[in-house]
């Protein structure tokens, strides 16, 4: 399994581009602004096909040119159900992003049963509200890797006092879901550097904060 990053936007946010470099099947995680043509293009060079294109969550900077990619690469949006209304109007947001943007069309809402597989390794989905209502994480146990959107960064924690956010809901998200995992899962973030939960666990001052709560 191969994973190359495409950050880009005005606010220098992440999307992933993950294949199986025998099957040449992929899938991509976010797509931020400016990102689409380079992603595309990319796939071309690698002979990809792109079976899913996820969204971690409907933010605008996390799926400014989703639809554009879906539609350069025919592949199917899927996100969970409780941010398809931001997709559907990303530019009615409290903080609008600086040009429009084409709505999404959600092909297909994913929950906690569903698997997307991509070559051999299998990805699930964790749901993580908390920075929004339908954030998630996409968890490939094999691999040891989770892509985890807005929710947890290297340091720090998804902000919640934008729509449907709550510090409560991500503090279970965080607390409950994500770090019950081992500490060798690397962390693959939205925005900045990546990192492990190891790291997390001794570092991540808000996650500390989040445990001392309880």
């Known amino acids: 399994m191969v994973i190359e990053k495409f950050e880009d936007g005005p606010i220098w946010t992440i999307g992933y581009l993950v294949y199986d470099e025998e099957s040449r099947e992929g899938m991509v995680v976010?797509?931020?602004?400016?990102s689409s043509e380079k992603i595309y293009k990319r796939t071309r060079e690698l002979g990809l096909s792109i079976k899913h294109i996820v969204a971690t969550h409907g933010h605008w900077d996390h799926i400014g040119e989703m639809e554009r990619l879906a539609e350069l690469t025919g592949a199917q949006v899927s996100a969970l159900r409780g941010d398809e209304w931001m997709m559907r109007d990303p530019n009615g947001m409290?903080?609008?992003?600086?040009?429009?943007?084409?709505?999404?069309n959600v092909d297909s809402?994913?929950?906690?049963?569903?698997?997307?597989?991509?070559?051999?390794?299998?990805?699930?989905?964790?749901?993580?509200p908390g920075h929004s209502v339908g954030s998630l994480c996409l968890y490939a146990e094999e691999e040891r890797l989770m892509f985890t959107g807005d929710?947890?960064?290297?340091?720090?924690?998804?902000?919640?006092?934008?729509?449907?956010g709550?510090?409560?809901?991500?503090?279970?998200?965080?607390?409950?879901?994500?770090m019950s995992l081992s500490d060798d899962v690397r962390v693959l973030p939205g925005h900045g550097a990546e990192s492990t939960l190891k790291k997390e666990r001794a570092e991540n001052r808000f996650v500390h904060m989040i445990f001392a709560e309880k």
């Open 30 to 34: 976010d797509v931020p602004m400016w």
């Open 94 to 104: 409290v903080i609008p992003p600086p040009e429009q943007i084409e709505p999404v």
């Open 109 to 128: 809402f994913l929950d906690e049963k569903s698997i997307l597989q991509i070559g051999k390794t299998s990805f699930s989905i964790i749901q993580t």
């Open 151 to 164: 929710t947890l960064f290297a340091g720090s924690i998804g902000r919640t006092d934008l729509p449907t």
């Open 166 to 178: 709550s510090m409560e809901e991500i503090s279970r998200s965080i607390s409950e879901k994500i």
